[in-house]
Structure formats: C-alpha cells, structure tokens
C-alpha cells in the first residue's frame, strides 16, 4: 500500500493532455518561476477555450510527489496574473536608472542592444568587463555560468552571496572528498515501485543536520518523502539550534549552538572511532587516510565537543552510537553547514560520517549519481580560450572554488565593482537575482552604491525587483514555468530520481523561459556556441537531454524515473569513475578521509573546528553590547527567498518579516509578541517583527530573510523599502573561509530593542491592490 | 451516512496547502477560509519534549468539496496534503482507520443546526 495513494485516483493514467468539462488539462513538472528547487513536482493546469488557467491541481500520476502540491504552486493563477508583473521587454535610459521611466520595446530590439552592448564591451574593455549576476532555485540558477561563458562569452558569472554559501560549498567538498556529485538521502524516488521497490531498504534512522526540507524542498529534496518514511518506521535525529515542527517529531534533537557543526561532527567521529562502530570492510576497502583521522578526531572528545556546541557530552556519544547502529541510516545535510567560515570542514564531517558507517551509495543511505549521467556544466568554457579563462576573478586566490564552480569569487566581485581592480567590470545582467533584498549580498547597500559604477545593465525577472529597479537599464520579462517548454531533474540531476517535462498549457504576454532567453542572447553574441542549433528545441535536447531523447518524448512522458542510471554500490561496478574501474573518482581512488585535494590547495587535509568569527567565544568583549546569538533565513512555506510577496493567499500566512526570540529573552527586554523591534549589530541594522516563541532557546534569535514589499514606492530611493527588514544589512563582507566558500549567515551576533512603532502590512490594501488579476482578454 | 475527514495530526506539518487549496477551490478572498492549521505548539513539555500540534480544522464555510466528491475527485484539501495525513469517506470507515492509530482526529462539517 501506498500512503500517499489517498492523494486521489482519479486521474491516474490520464494522458499528458486531455479534455475535461470543457477544459483542456494539461500535465506537467513544475519548477519556475515562481522560484523553487528542481522536484518537478507534478501539477495538472485546467485551461479554458480562452487560453485562460482557471486553476492549478496537483498531478495523482507522478511517481514522488503524487498529487500532493505546496501553497506556492496552488497560487499559480495570482501569479502569472498578477497585476505587478511585467510581461513585455522594457527600457530606460541610464540616466532614469532607479525611475519609473521605463518603456515597451520589442524582443528583437531587445536581443539586438544585449548584442550591441555585448560587442562594445568586448572590444572597448574585453570580454571580463561583463559580469553575470545569479541567483538561485529558479531554472536560471544553474544555467548562471553557461549565461556567461556560453551566452555572452565572458568567464565572469557570479551569484553575490558571500563566500557561495549555499550548496556549492558541499559539492565542491564532496567532489573533492568522494568524487561524486552530492550525496542526497535516499527516498527511492527513482525506483518504480518507490518504497516498496525489492531494490530499496527503508532508513531506520534520518538524520536532518542544519536542513529543514520540508517548507522548500532544499536542493531539489522533495522534503515530505521523510514523512512518507517516517510513517513506515524510520526515526527521526535532528541536528538544529531551532525546534521546527518535524524536530518536535525527532527521538534525538541535538540543539547545537549555531556554526558548531564542525566539531560536534569531530565528535561523532571520534565516538563512532574509538568504539569500533565503524564499518570495518568498507573503511579496509574504499577510505583512504583512516588512521589520520581517526588520530585528528581524538582532539574533539565528546567533553570538548560539548563545550563548544552546548550540547550534552552523553547526548553527543548517544547520537553517534544511533547513527553507527542504524541500517541504513541517512543524513538529509544543509544550507547550514555552507554557511559559515568552515564549513567545508564540517562538511567533511558528515562526508567521513557517512562513509566510515558503510552508508554511501547504498539503498536507504546516500544516494549518489552515475558518472556517465552528465550534468550540463561546463558549456561554453573551453570556447572562451585560455586567455579569458584566466581572467575569471579570482582563480589565482580561490582556485578550489573558481575552477570548480566557473564563477568568479563572489566577494571579490564587490571589492572590483567598487575599486576598479584588478579590472573593470561595465555592463552586468542580472538573471534571477534579486541579490539586494536580503537574499545573498552581504551589506547589500554597499553592493546597491558598487552597482552604480556599471554603465549599462539588463535583468531578467517576472517583477520589477529593487534589484532591477536599482540597477537596469533593460528589463527581460520571464515565463513562468506553465508558460514554457523545458526540463527539469530532481535534485539539479546530482541524483537519479527522476526527469520532468516542463508542458507549456498558457501564454501570458511575451514572456520567455531562462532557456529560451539564453539561446536568444546566445545564438547572437556567441553563434560559435548556439549557431549549430537550428531553434530553441534543438538547443534544448542538447543542453538538457544530452541528445538522449526528444523533447516530444519526454512531454508526452511527462516524468522519467531514472532507472537507466539508478543502481547502488557503484564503487563496485566502476559507474564512478569516467575509466570505469571500481571505486571513487579521487585522486587515490577512494574515500578521502585524509583530502588529497585539499592539501593540493594548502589547507589542512583534515576536518578541524574553527568558532564562528563573531561569537561568545570568539568576541567576548563584544557580548555585552550585543548580548544575543543571531541566526537568519529559516525556511517558510509560503516564500521562496523574495519571492511570493505579491500573492495575497501566501502574504497572509507571513504577512511581515519575523524574529523569532524566546518568551524569557522577551520579558528580560520588554518585548511583547507581534512587536517591531531594532536588530543591530556591528556591521547594520533593520527592523523586525518579534514573534515571542520556544523555537528559539534564551540568547538565540532567528531572523527572516527576503523581504522587500512590493506594494510600497519602487523608485530610489525607496526601492520597495528594501532597506526597512533587511537582515543582511547585518551580515559582513568576506568573513570567508580559506578556500573562499563559506560566510557566517546563521552564525552572528546582534542586540534587539523594542521599538514604538508599528510596520505591520495592511493585509486589505493587499488583497485590494493584487486580488486584481490580469487576464488576457 | 455523512462523510467526514479523517486528520492524522502526529504528521501534519503545518504546510498549510490544505488552506489554500481550498480557498483556490471555492474562490474564497484572502482571509476567508474553509479549512484552517491550528497552531497548537510548541511549548516545552519536559527537558526533552517539545508539545507541537498542527491541526487542520475545518471552518463553516466547509462543504467538504461537494462539487468535486460527485466527480469522485477527493476534496481538495485532502488531494493537496503535502503530508498526505487527511482522508476523506463515510464516518464508519474512518472510525475503523481511527481504531488503527492514536493522535487522529475525525471532523464532520455540516450545516450547523442551531441556525
């Protein structure tokens, strides 16, 4: 039996389009916009005999998420909508940057300034004077370098968040360490009998650790299948300062201080180590540099451990005995371990946890991906030529993360934006990035003042963000993803769950799809790359199907398990490494413990622990001014990072942006529930919205990222009062680590005072102003 | 027979898509619910536990998605249940699945009588 088959049977077996009460039903795989990680959770849109989307259900035939759909695609009607959305290319003149002087234009005249700038910049400056800004979930989120390098032909593609803390930190350390891609946990989402595959083991234990899948589905995780197993069995550890919801459901809950991972992860080893728990045949057969680590974690006992991460020194050696015992087990690791100064290290925790418990690459562990089932990176690198190669900022002082991710390092980006060295970046295109509204820029108002040097930029979005408003000159209106053809892999295809066709069944304005924008751009400024393509679906099953299918197959599939590609102890079969031989693609055919790579890199080869830059342990001094632990960006339901402000059913349910502190930190300031409050600390300050709660221990708080309102002014200097909430006002530039990956979001200290007056959001003004949709006629 | 909804609360996560579908369903404005998450957490129990309950509970403007049951679809909420915790049928058969497993909760929306 199946627990999600009570999602509705009744349109099981349907086809990809059929006709229902006069309605065409078209099925399909969501990912963009509105912003979310790549699931391809499947929908069915009902479309009338006007072109008009009448509603949104989820699809009963997909194979993980089974009909069942979040509150962000169940709006998808006030969405393509909605009467703030922008669905024609526009144009100001620089002069009017951060005015509401914008005016229509076509696509070609569009397409054809993006290739006249492009080609005035090459040849005045070089081709390194463009720059690429990213963002992240979208579909143009991994297409940021192939925008660059592919589309625009320069190397330098960037997403400005400090130190890339978000995923490519753990992937980049996984490669380095196990040579695979990223190791997710396993929920037989690519097996066709899903938990019930013979093929699959369900986990006796999930380990959540600094990630909270369930609101966002975090690196294309679709987050509830944890439930769907825990219902079978599975228990629950959860490593978290905070108490969520599902960590209340949890048998071990491990509230570490924030940016601690490191060394309760020393610590586990340490246990796991010292009391033989290991797996003795897969440590003999597949791991390299034991015995360097096992002498390394001998310095981090549980005692010590516990000092560091307050928690208990017999909860810690607890959890490691859980976590040695259970077979499987699986750890489900997040955005909180990229986001401090090492997480790398702690990263390479969890990696050797994994490992030395023999639950790499096996059922109900960790699953990993073929090496044969090509990702699509490093499109139009090598046709840059070795001299524009060089010139991507920061190879020389952060090779490990420049040359691995081909984007240029993002702090040194704001550094050369502001001081002209060591090159002079002119024009910019901003894909997807809503950078300056608390999402990734750290100082955001000094990236905002650093933007103002570039002469000439483009966007790329649904809205008119603070970001493009602040920066733009032309504006590129995107499809949302029931507008356009194209394909998604769950989990960004580190993984083989499944693949998804993107069915367009609406057109609204003349919107595009980040694909179909990037062949534009790319078939007139880089035909060396996109002439070979004779239109946009050409290019498509080029760059997302590797030739291996067509288009027309998948949409008519709609969702592809992977099973071609799906199988488990690879290390055996020789499906890791690109020669074929057994074991791990590394440089010493294993598991690196002892990291090869790292050392190659100059940095130490081993995981250690490294306090958070500002801390009570790290600034004493500075506690008493800002007495408080500030952790941020803790995932809603409602939001994707900016995204969703304007949709009034999603507004409702977080209406302003939230700090969460505890009811005795609360009394002690005199801060009652529902109270704007002053956040500061050394580097900036914002107000928020406290919400008195036990999430949060005393001294810990935990703020909301992304806020703008985009019911309020847009023009400068207003920008949508993006500077009001702003948390990252509060975060510094470049606190990275040695590599370059890694910036202390979630681990900061700050000081919080109630304030009298009230910014609470007009929830009827909402409705009034974005209940009136825009239908085409 | 009246139907009801069955809510397995020990796994309902709080995602709310039960609310909105349903106002999706029935055209409800914002601020305007069907179905609504009661929020019922967290406080500390003990050293080591927490008391958090979601529980979805139907409003008066529940009609247990009419329209849609005479089509054999299954009410909204229930279809979009991230959790897949809610079930929709005849009482005497959710009374049997409630004998399966504590920490449910049965609800039987009508018109309320004293009007």
Redesign the interface.
């Known amino acids: 039996m199946k627990?999600?088959k009570?999602?509705?049977t009744?349109d099981l077996g349907k086809p990809w389009r059929y006709e229902e009460d006069g309605l065409t039903v078209t099925r399909g795989c969501a990912w963009s916009p509105p912003g979310c990680h790549p699931v391809g959770c499947g929908i069915k849109t009902y479309v009338n005999s006007a072109g008009e989307l009448v509603?949104i259900?989820?699809d009963?035939n997909h194979p993980v998420t089974?009909?069942?759909?979040?509150?962000r695609c169940?709006?998808m009607?006030d969405y393509v909508y909605n009467p703030d959305r922008v669905l024609y290319p526009m144009k100001r003149a620089r002069e009017d940057r951060g005015k509401n002087r914008w005016e229509r234009i076509t696509w070609d005249e569009a397409f054809d300034t993006i290739a006249e700038k492009v080609a005035y910049y090459k040849e005045n400056y070089g081709a390194e004077s463009i720059l690429m800004q990213g963002g992240t979930g979208r579909e143009g989120g991994p297409m940021l370098p192939a925008y660059a390098q592919a589309a625009l032909g320069t190397p330098n593609a960037s997403q400005p968040l400090s130190g890339y803390s978000c995923y490519i930190p753990r992937v980049a350390g996984t490669t380095y360490v196990t040579g695979v891609a990223y190791p997710e946990m396993d929920y037989a989402g690519g097996l066709p009998g899903r938990y019930d595959d013979p093929e699959f083991t369900l986990p006796e234990l999930i380990v959540f650790w600094g990630k909270d899948p369930?609101?966002t589905n975090g690196d294309g995780l679709f987050g509830?299948a944890a439930?769907?197993m825990?219902?079978r069995g599975s228990k629950l550890m959860s490593i978290d300062p905070r108490?969520n919801?599902?960590?209340?459901?949890a048998d071990w809950h491990l509230r570490l201080r924030p940016g601690t991972d490191a060394a309760l992860g020393m610590a586990m080893l340490n246990v796991i180590i010292s009391e033989d728990l290991y797996d003795h045949d897969f440590v003999d057969k597949w791991c390299y540099g034991f015995e360097q680590l096992a002498e390394r974690v001998k310095e981090m006992p549980p005692q010590k451990a516990a000092e560091i991460t307050g928690v208990d020194a017999g909860f810690i050696r607890e959890a490691a005995r859980v976590y040695a015992a259970a077979k499987p087990a699986q750890i489900a690791w997040g955005l909180a371990i990229d986001m401090k100064s090492n997480g790398m290290q702690a990263g390479h925790c969890i990696l050797a946890l994994e490992a030395i418990t023999g639950n790499l690459d096996v059922p109900g562990g960790q699953l990993v991906g073929d090496v044969n089932d090509g990702l699509e990176l490093g499109f139009g690198w090598n046709e840059l030529g070795p001299e524009l190669q060089g010139k991507i900022l920061g190879l020389k002082r952060y090779p490990a993360m420049v040359s691995f991710v081909l984007n240029a390092h993002c702090d040194m980006v704001l550094d050369t934006l502001e001081t002209g060295e060591p090159c002079q970046f002119k024009m910019a295109g901003f894909e997807d990035c809503n950078g300056l509204a608390g999402t990734d820029c750290a100082q955001p108002q000094r990236w905002h003042d650093a933007y103002q040097n570039l002469e000439w930029c483009f966007g790329i979005d649904v809205w008119l963000t603070p970001t493009i408003q602040a920066t733009c000159e032309l504006f590129l209106p995107l499809s949302s993803t029931v507008e356009h053809d194209s394909v998604v892999y769950s989990h960004y295809g580190a993984s083989p769950i499944t693949m998804g066709a993107i069915n367009k069944s609406i057109t609204v304005g003349e919107g595009k799809g980040d694909a179909e924008i990037m062949y534009e751009i790319g078939r007139r400024c880089m035909p060396i790359n996109f002439g070979r393509f004779a239109n946009f679906y050409e290019f498509l099953e080029y760059y997302r199907l590797n030739g291996k299918t067509t288009f027309e197959e998948l949409r008519e599939e709609v969702v592809h398990q992977k099973t071609e590609t799906l199988s488990y102890r690879k290390y055996e079969t020789g499906k890791l490494r690109p020669d074929g031989m057994p074991g791990f693609n590394t440089p010493t055919g294993r598991v690196e413990l002892y990291s090869t790579m790292f050392r190659q890199f100059g940095v130490d080869p081993l995981p250690f622990y490294e306090e958070p830059q500002l801390s009570p342990v790290s600034t004493p001094e500075k506690m008493e001014e800002y007495p408080f632990v500030l952790t941020t960006g803790a995932r809603t339901?409602?939001y994707f990072h900016s995204e969703g402000k304007q949709i009034?059913?999603?507004?409702?349910?977080n209406p302003d942006p939230l700090i969460e502190i505890n009811p005795k930190d609360a009394l002690k300031l005199g801060v009652s529930d529902g109270q704007w409050v002053r956040v500061s600390n050394p580097f900036g300050s914002c107000v928020l919205k406290a919400k008195v709660?036990?999430?949060v221990y005393p001294g810990l708080v935990m703020a909301q990222h992304g806020f703008w309102f985009p019911e309020q002014d847009g023009e400068e200097p207003h920008l949508y009062d993006v500077w009001r909430s702003n948390i990252n006002l509060l975060m510094p530039h470049f606190y990275v680590g040695e590599l370059g990956f890694g910036a202390p979001y979630k681990c900061l200290i700050c000081k919080v005072e109630p304030i009298e007056e009230s910014y609470d959001t007009d929830?009827?003004a909402?409705?009034n102003r974005y209940?009136q949709l825009v239908v085409p006629e | 027979m009246r139907n009801g909804l069955l809510i397995d609360y020990e796994f309902c996560t709080g995602c709310q898509s039960c609310e909105v579908a349903c106002q999706k369903e029935h055209g409800f404005e914002a601020g305007t619910w069907g179905i609504r998450v009661l929020d019922e957490g967290p406080w500390e129990v003990d050293a080591k536990t927490m008391n958090w309950n979601k529980i979805p509970t139907p409003t008066t403007l529940c009609d247990l998605c009419a329209e849609r049951t005479e089509k054999g679809k299954l009410p909204s909420c229930v279809h979009h249940c991230l959790a897949a915790v809610m079930k929709y049928g005849p009482i005497d058969e959710l009374v049997k699945e409630m004998d399966k497993k504590p920490n449910q909760v049965m609800f039987v929306p009508g018109p309320y009588i004293c009007k």
Do not use: K
């Open positions: 627990l999600f009570g999602q509705g009744a509603r259900e989820g009963e089974g009909g069942r759909l979040c509150v169940l709006t009607r369930l609101p509830h439930i769907d825990m219902r108490v919801w599902v960590s209340t459901r339901y409602c009034p059913y999603l507004r409702e349910i709660t036990q999430t929830m009827q909402i409705w209940s």
